[in-house]
């Protein structure tokens, strides 16, 4: 039988797009106002991502010493099966399947997100219906699902147009988050009184505040896992 090996297609540019383009999603930039800020106040949630950030940077170190070890595909089911084996590998593999199906529907609703914020209710007209007080439209869901497709057909049969989009679209994010920080540093009044409180008020104690916020980290940065 011929032995298949893997062929190299990504730069080192790539593969850090690909990185930033997975870990900073929507979230990044909802979840601090509608989660973060009310769980643990705009200190709170500053330390609080430090400590993950940290706890991330020590899951990639170690990621990084798998890949020297067993230098093929990787990923985590490929790691766990061959240092603990297949039964280990196969109940790993089950909780990184149930962390992407506990998230894929917000990335499927990111584009609807960004048309929403842009242009308003454009996309809200034809059949629909109420799932808890929330409405639903038909056209949205298929909006949705043929993006997700697209792009699944995309990253299969044409990685080095995947690899080179998402390079593009990373950059352009990076562009706009360091033009959005470089306006709000320059048009901010008042200094460090405007972010009182430092903490939220919600009668919890500012370790626990922070903990929350380091708790949920590991859901921000899920995509450290491509």
């Given at each position: 039988?011929?032995?298949?090996?893997?062929?190299?297609?990504?730069?080192?540019?790539?593969?850090?797009?690909l990185?930033?383009?997975?870990?900073?999603?929507?979230?990044?930039?909802?979840?601090?106002?509608?989660?973060e800020?009310?769980?643990?106040?705009?200190?709170?949630?500053?330390?609080?991502?430090?400590?993950?950030?940290?706890?991330?940077?020590?899951?990639?170190w170690?990621y990084?010493?798998?890949?020297?070890?067993?230098?093929?595909?990787?990923?985590?089911?490929?790691?766990?099966?061959?240092?603990?084996?297949?039964?280990?590998?196969?109940l790993?593999?089950?909780?990184?399947?149930?962390?992407?199906?506990?998230?894929?529907w917000?990335?499927?609703?990111?584009?609807?997100?960004?048309?929403?914020?842009?242009?308003?209710?454009?996309?809200?007209?034809?059949?629909?219906?109420?799932?808890?007080?929330?409405t639903?439209?038909?056209?949205?869901?298929?909006?949705?699902?043929?993006?997700?497709?697209l792009?699944?057909i995309?990253?299969?049969?044409?990685?080095k147009?995947?690899?080179?989009?998402?390079?593009?679209?990373?950059?352009i994010?990076?562009?706009?988050?360091?033009?959005?920080?470089?306006?709000?540093?320059?048009?901010?009044?008042?200094?460090?009184?405007?972010?009182?409180?430092?903490?939220?008020?919600?009668?919890?104690s500012?370790?626990?505040?922070?903990?929350?916020?380091?708790?949920?980290?590991?859901?921000?940065?899920?995509?450290?896992?491509?």
């Amino acid at each position: 039988m011929e032995e298949k090996t893997l062929t190299k297609y990504l730069t080192p540019l790539s593969v850090l797009a690909l990185s930033f383009g997975s870990a900073v999603g929507g979230g990044a930039f909802i979840a601090p106002g509608t989660t973060e800020l009310p769980l643990a106040g705009p200190v709170g949630a500053a330390i609080g991502l430090s400590f993950g950030a940290i706890a991330i940077m020590f899951i990639g170190w170690n990621y990084l010493s798998l890949m020297r070890k067993f230098p093929d595909s990787g990923g985590t089911f490929s790691y766990v099966k061959k240092i603990f084996g297949y039964d280990h590998g196969f109940l790993i593999s089950w909780f990184a399947l149930l962390t992407y199906v506990a998230l894929i529907w917000a990335n499927a609703s990111g584009l609807l997100l960004l048309i929403e914020k842009i242009f308003g209710d454009s996309l809200h007209f034809g059949f629909k219906y109420q799932v808890l007080g929330d409405t639903v439209y038909l056209n949205e869901i298929l909006i949705s699902s043929i993006t997700v497709i697209l792009l699944a057909i995309i990253c299969v049969y044409r990685k080095k147009f995947a690899v080179n989009l998402n390079t593009i679209l990373s950059i352009i994010l990076l562009i706009g988050i360091v033009i959005t920080v470089y306006f709000v540093m320059n048009s901010h009044e008042g200094g460090i009184e405007t972010f009182k409180p430092f903490f939220a008020e919600n009668n919890r104690s500012i370790a626990f505040q922070i903990f929350n916020i380091v708790a949920i980290t590991p859901w921000a940065l899920v995509g450290i896992e491509s």
